[in-house]
């Protein structure tokens, strides 16, 4: 598993504000959503309380997310700002208590996500993707086909280093 790239989460379009969504992305369970700023937000997505999956909590106002199991609250940053088992005002809110967040980036109407070293991703962004958002070209959005194949068959029978004149020789 390659940990220390970054991976398309989605088209722009497909995180609308304040819809919780789970992904899988290099092994990893990822809870993403658009605050209402507008910015996405990707966060592990195993609460730190009993590891319940966070995309099956809800957004509450303010951008938090409320585990749906014990009702835990992150912020967009990770960090836990609310436990409703603590009773008291002097009850605090362990350290440990947060989620990791991934760096994202959103450019030319994809979201991209880091989910490695993050002082690595910050030395360099995501390939540039002009052609989907601009003006220029027509984008076609399809649903993800699935093959019943180990994936790296598909991908060595994608990836094909005969260039177009050659096919049509025969060669």
């Known amino acids: 598993m390659i940990r220390n790239a970054w991976y398309a989460l989605g088209f722009s379009a497909e995180l609308p504000t304040g819809a919780l969504q789970g992904h899988q992305v290099a092994g990893l369970p990822i809870v993403a959503w658009r605050t209402e700023g507008g910015d996405v937000v990707a966060l592990d997505a195993r609460c730190a309380h009993k590891r319940f999956p966070l995309w099956d909590g809800r957004l509450l106002d303010g951008d938090r997310l409320e585990c749906a199991y014990h009702g835990f609250c992150y912020d967009p940053t990770g960090r836990c700002v609310a436990i409703p088992a603590l009773a008291e005002r002097s009850q605090r809110i362990p350290t440990t208590a947060r989620q990791r967040p991934f760096p994202i980036v959103e450019q030319d109407g994809l979201v991209w996500i880091w989910t490695g070293d993050p002082e690595r991703g910050a030395k360099g962004g995501p390939p540039r ?43």
């Open 129 to 171: 993707t002009p052609e989907i958002a601009g003006t220029g070209w027509e984008t076609l959005v399809t649903e993800p086909i699935e093959v019943a194949a180990n994936y790296r068959l598909l991908i060595e029978n994608l990836f094909d280093l005969r260039g177009r004149a050659d096919r049509k020789m025969g060669s």
